[in-house]
């Protein structure tokens, strides 16, 4: 991209387990509970053990499991990073180690949320129109403070220097990402790429006020341009770019808005790698001052894009494994299809994706 090309080193970089071979960066999109998606996929990559991770690029969902990952892969490499996910994924969950008070908040927040006609979704969808989170929740309630605070040991992910590691926010005054670099991050700068206006209030970091990274770049990219050795960045996307259907109800045209938002940067990202990759090819430009990026993508297919949108609000243990099991089949066959071509050449069609 329009990163200086940078000269690269042999064998694999960042978190690499015993039999890696090669190396990638890891962009993850944030997307609710279909987090646990990616969840499948992490793991499944962890177990194949022949990729190597340089950066990870996350926003909301996609960077609590890029945090997790690290500080479980620094307490116990692969394996560590693979139990550590699935014990945050089951602590989180309705089903897991809420205390009920705790889990009684978050059902109520997640239950009026879900759009799922019930007489409470209904009644706080009304009410929200008039009243913000710092009326409906004035104490600022948010159960993945507490999970975080407890699961997490952010020494180690400050520790972590094998891999960088970038988390957006976005900034309330300003509209513009925000990237947080792993030897800052917090709890709060993790409920920051998390916070959902409409839901939690916004989460204020050096004076300034944060809300849910989605919103300017889901995941951002330009990170791995300009921070990485490598070329290679694999985007694990889990929200649908197409939806062959008209939304028609108000919950279903502003679930639909929320997906067009949450990829708009995205997109202008992507369109710009390959109207830099076309310069380059053309020999516009040189592959010695710009970086060409070999970009793949995996993603859950019709079956993820099946769910309703309203289900990123659903946080079930069972509907979490779901999703995990549809993550590790995904990465499977991805790696099938595609590791071969990794440090070789792009296995996303740009031009015919995203133009």
Same mark, same amino acid.
């Given at each position: ?35 646990? $998606?990616?969840?499948?996929?992490? %793991?499944? @990559? !962890? ?12 926003? +909301? ?54 759009? &799922? ?10 009410? +929200? ?5 710092? &009326? ?9 403070? %507490? ?10 992910? =400050?520790?972590?220097? &094998?891999?960088? !590691? ?21 709890? %709060? ?72 938002? $949450? ?17 380059? %090819?053309?020999?516009? @430009? ?12 995996? =993603?859950?297919?019709?079956? @993820? ?13 069972? $509907?979490?494994?779901? !999703? ?20 070789? =050449? ?10």
């Amino acid at each position: 991209m329009t990163g200086k090309a940078t000269k690269k080193s042999d064998g694999p970089r960042g978190l690499a387990g015993p039999n890696a071979e090669k190396s990638l960066s890891l962009a993850l999109q944030g997307g609710g509970a279909h987090g646990a $998606f990616t969840w499948g996929v992490l %793991d499944h @990559l !962890l177990e194949d053990g022949r990729l190597s991770i340089e950066a990870i690029t996350g926003t +909301s969902a996609g960077a609590l499991n890029a945090i997790v990952l690290l500080e479980g892969w620094v307490e116990g490499g692969p394996e560590g990073a693979r139990a550590q996910l699935r014990q945050f994924w089951k602590r989180v969950s309705l089903d897991g180690d809420l205390s009920p008070i705790q889990r009684s908040l978050f059902d109520r927040f997640l239950g009026y949320w879900n759009a &799922d006609g019930s007489p409470g979704h209904l009644w706080l969808d009304a009410w +929200s129109r008039v009243a913000s989170p710092y &009326d409906l929740n004035p104490l600022d309630i948010n159960p993945l403070r %507490d999970a975080l605070s407890e699961l997490i040991d952010f020494e180690r992910v =400050h520790a972590c220097v &094998d891999t960088k !590691l970038f988390v957006a926010a976005t900034n309330v005054w300003s509209g513009k990402i925000r990237i947080f670099n792993a030897p800052e991050l917090t709890v %709060d700068h993790v409920l920051a790429s998390t916070c959902l206006p409409m839901l939690f209030k916004a989460v204020e970091i050096d004076g300034e006020p944060y809300w849910d990274g989605g919103y300017s770049g889901n995941p951002a990219l330009f990170p791995l341009f300009y921070e990485t050795r490598g070329d290679d960045i694999l985007l694990v996307q889990i929200n649908p770019l197409e939806r062959r259907s008209t939304p028609r109800t108000t919950q279903e045209i502003q679930n639909r808005l929320t997906e067009i938002t $949450f990829n708009s940067n995205l997109l202008h990202e992507l369109r710009a790698i390959e109207f830099v990759t076309r310069l380059i %090819d053309e020999g516009k @430009l040189s592959s010695k001052e710009y970086k060409r990026v070999f970009m793949h993508r995996l =993603h859950g297919g019709p079956k @993820l894009d099946a769910f309703a949108a309203s289900s990123r609000m659903k946080a079930g243990w069972d $509907f979490f494994k779901e !999703l995990r099991d549809l993550g590790r089949a995904a990465a499977r066959s991805w790696l099938s299809d595609h590791y071969e071509a990794i440090g070789t =050449h792009s296995t996303l069609d740009l031009p015919n994706t995203y133009s």
